[in-house]
């Protein structure tokens, strides 16, 4: 699994718990900690804040439209 499809699963599994579209990067962090990842910190923040984020600015050659940011560190899955 890629640290892009971990992120989308884990932010998806906060968002049914929490029943509303909304996120934050210490959610999901934890959640993937707690579930063993094999990814950084850094790496999951890099992706959730840059690389996952469609208003984010284009730092990276490969960049996707998942996330949206709503908030400082609050985020929606689009």
């Given at each position: 699994?890629?640290c892009?499809?971990?992120?989308l699963?884990?932010?998806?599994q ?8 909304e ?9 993937m ?5 094999q990814f950084?910190?850094?790496t999951?923040?890099t992706h ?8 984010a ?22």
């Amino acid at each position: 699994m890629t640290c892009r499809d971990e992120i989308l699963a884990t932010a998806q599994q906060i968002i049914r718990a929490k029943g509303i579209n909304e996120f934050t990067i210490s959610e999901v962090i934890h959640q993937m900690m707690n579930n063993g990842t094999q990814f950084k910190e850094s790496t999951i923040r890099t992706h959730i804040t840059s690389r996952l984020c469609a208003n984010a600015p284009d730092n990276h050659t490969i960049t996707y439209n998942d996330f949206e940011r709503i908030g400082n560190g609050i985020y929606k899955q689009l």
